[in-house]
């Protein structure tokens, strides 16, 4: 069936480190791409989006670049910050216009 | 311009108990999809409302109900509450026009003893 696979965390980086969380996804036909993170207590952000084959997602120094021949969506940033800490959900959206998400990753940023 | 607004914000009940959440979407939306996001789990599509119908389903028992109402707005009701409804509930709002694009509210958090 349809799901999202993320990297396991959690991962624990030093400030102005580089970030990749890898995302890869099993669907039908042609899904629109999300990235989503959540801080403590809160619900989910919208971070960035791609709606189709080699689209580029990107916001707040966050990118991710759909491809459709690995089936891949993985999220990266040149430089992390403290404030970067939160967890971090991969999803797609298909035909049935409802988000599927991976089970998250735990990212931590030390001063 | 208010975002996506969910009440309360925190809930305990007891086993075999019911329970509402209320969600209000954010202005310009129409469309209403609820989730349930257990501890350290992804959130869980439960289903979405648009024109105050039911229009997809997630794998959720019928005890879990909703309604949506002419504002927009909508309800989750979820009946004989068992130890394992206990999660955090997530409403998110979209416009039909971009239903892909959902937006959350900060969510409640249930807890059944």
């Known amino acids: 069936g349809d799901s999202v696979t993320q990297m396991e965390g959690p991962v624990t980086l030093s400030e102005e480190a580089f970030l990749t969380i890898n995302c890869t996804y099993t669907?039908?036909?042609?899904?629109?791409l999300f990235w989503y993170v959540q801080y403590p207590g809160e619900g989910l952000q919208l971070l960035l989006k791609a709606t189709k084959a080699d689209d580029k997602g990107s916001n707040k120094g966050f990118e991710a670049t759909y491809r459709k021949e690995t089936t891949s969506f993985h999220l990266e940033k040149g430089s992390v910050q403290v404030s970067d800490s939160a967890v971090y959900f991969c999803g797609y959206s298909g035909s049935a216009r409802q988000l599927t998400f991976g089970s998250g990753t735990q990212l931590t940023v030390l001063p | 311009d208010a975002g996506v607004t969910q009440s309360p914000t925190h809930l305990i009940k007891t086993r075999g108990q019911q329970v509402t959440l209320r969600c209000s979407p954010k202005?310009?939306?129409?469309?209403v999809s609820w989730y349930q996001q257990a501890l350290g789990q992804g959130p869980q599509f439960i289903f979405q409302?648009?024109?105050?119908?039911?229009?997809q389903r997630g794998n959720f028992p019928d005890r879990f109900s909703g309604h949506q109402f002419p504002n927009y707005s909508s309800e989750l009701n979820v009946n004989a509450l068992l130890l394992g409804d206990s999660a955090l509930y997530l409403c998110?709002?979209?416009?039909?026009?971009?239903?892909?694009?959902?937006?959350f509210g900060p969510g409640t958090r249930l807890l059944v003893l």
């Open positions: 998110a709002s979209s416009f039909q026009g971009s239903r892909e694009t959902q937006y």
């Open positions: 202005s310009g939306h129409d469309t």
């Open positions: 669907a039908t036909g042609y899904p629109s």
């Open positions: 409302y648009y024109e105050e119908e039911e229009r």
